[in-house]
């Protein structure tokens, strides 16, 4: 995975105004962030909406809720209820998972109060 600085502006596969979230493992003052114990929950519906599949990634695969998951292979679009979105790749929340990766506040603030993945919005 190539490395973007997190909340800066997204130009992996082409331009977009999204802010880059957990391209590379980042520690920083991201690890004293403490996460809703409901961000997991919340953050995980968004691997139903997959964007920018490739191959070759570093596939990695976890149970969540009884459910495999495969990560390594796409992205993620979140947005905040003022309209920023971030993009981030779908191996980030099994990075979090983890412990080996904390998304900024604003990012985690998106995810608990921003629209819902399946809404139209």
């Known amino acids: 995975m190539e490395f973007y600085k ?16 957990g391209f ?24 139903e909406f997959p964007l920018n599949t490739t191959r ?23 947005i905040n209820s003022k309209g920023t979105v971030y993009a981030a790749p779908d191996e980030m929340i099994a990075n979090v998972m983890d412990g080996e990766y904390f998304p900024p ?3 985690v603030d998106a995810v608990m109060y921003g629209p819902d993945p399946k809404s139209e919005l």
């Open 24 to 47: 590379g493992k980042q520690f920083s003052e991201n690890e004293k962030c403490q996460l809703n114990p409901f961000f997991l929950e919340k953050v995980i519906k968004y691997l």
């Open 56 to 78: 070759g990634g570093n596939m990695r695969t976890k149970e969540i809720n009884g459910v495999p998951y495969t990560f390594g292979f796409s992205e993620i679009r979140v």
């Open 6 to 21: 997190d909340l800066t502006y997204y130009s992996h596969f082409h331009y977009e105004r999204a802010k880059n979230i």
């Open 105 to 107: 506040q604003e990012f």
